[in-house]
Each structure stands twice: as C-alpha cells, then as structure tokens.
C-alpha cells in the first residue's frame, strides 16, 4: 500500500509529523497552483496502485500501518 500526503508551503511541519509516524509516505508539493490541483497532482502520482491520500493536517494512530 502507497501512502501520499499532501501539502504546501507553510505546512512542512505537518509533513514532518506524518512522516516520524509513516516512514514509506510519499509528499505531494503544491506547486502547481491550489489545493484541486495538488489532489488531481497527487493521483497521477499513484497512477493505478493502491494508495491512501492523506490530508497534512492528519493525526495518525498508533500501529497505523499495521491497522
């Protein structure tokens, strides 16, 4: 399973957070001009796997991966 997060400028923080807690996240940069774009970004970055898209902003649960 992919995982994908998504962010941008000013909340580098958040990606930090997630990836401490998920180590195999991949980020998705907004620097293509709004947060529709950044979504429709970060699906052709998973193309047709399966995947997870979070949110920046996420608190992840402890043994999240094993859930």
Known sequence: MRYILRTCAGREHYADYVK??????E??????????????????????????????DIWITENFEKK
Do not use: Y
Request: proline share 3%; charged share 20%; aromatic share 6%.
């Open 20 to 25: 401490k807690c998920i180590p195999s996240v």
């Open 27 to 56: 980020v998705c940069f907004d620097d293509v001009g709004g947060a529709m774009q950044n979504w429709i970004k970060s699906l052709e970055m998973a193309g047709n796997d399966a995947h997870v898209n979070i949110e920046d």
